[in-house]
């Protein structure tokens, strides 16, 4: 019987000093020790709360400012034609459409193309020149084509 209440003990004293270690505590007695612990917990609560308060806001902000975001619009130039890349937070349903009409007023063709509509509009495409076109295009004219295909879209 000695042996198992010593056991005990033994084990109930090395379960609260590693509850010690783990708070930061510096209490000696077994009361203090759990008093610790049960402090340390509701800072940690507390830090949890606040940092899903943080999480929510910033959502709220990123979501309120993707309603009012403009997609955002790169165009490089390459050798023979553009990448395009338009991002957007929002899905942006009809976009797609948009954007294809303008490549095809433009003369350009789409040799190769990635978009995903899941939960926010990105579209990649590389669309190449065609030859028979006399006029020069650069890339700040495409870009504007594809903003006024947006703003047109917009408004639609």
Not at 93 to 103: A, H, N, R, W, Y
Not at 139 to 154: D, E, G, P, T, Y
């Amino acid at each position: 019987m000695v042996s198992r209440e010593h056991k005990r003990e033994a084990l109930l004293h090395d379960k609260l000093q590693l509850l010690r270690s783990i708070t930061n505590s510096h209490a000696m007695n077994e009361s203090s020790i759990v008093v610790d612990a049960s402090n340390y917990i509701k800072d940690l609560k507390q830090k949890v709360e606040r940092l899903n308060q943080d999480i929510a806001a910033a959502g709220s902000q990123t979501s309120s400012t993707n309603h009012n975001a403009w997609p955002q619009v790169t165009v490089k130039t390459l050798e023979k034609g553009f990448l395009v890349n338009v991002q957007s937070g929002n899905t942006c349903p009809g976009l797609l459409v948009f954007i294809l009409e303008t490549f095809e007023e433009l003369g350009l063709s789409v040799l190769e193309a990635r978009v995903s509509c899941v939960n926010s509009f990105h579209l990649q495409a590389l669309g190449g020149d065609n030859e028979e076109d006399e006029e020069i295009m650069d890339a700040q004219m495409v870009k504007r084509a594809i903003l006024n295909a947006i703003k047109n879209w917009s408004e639609g």
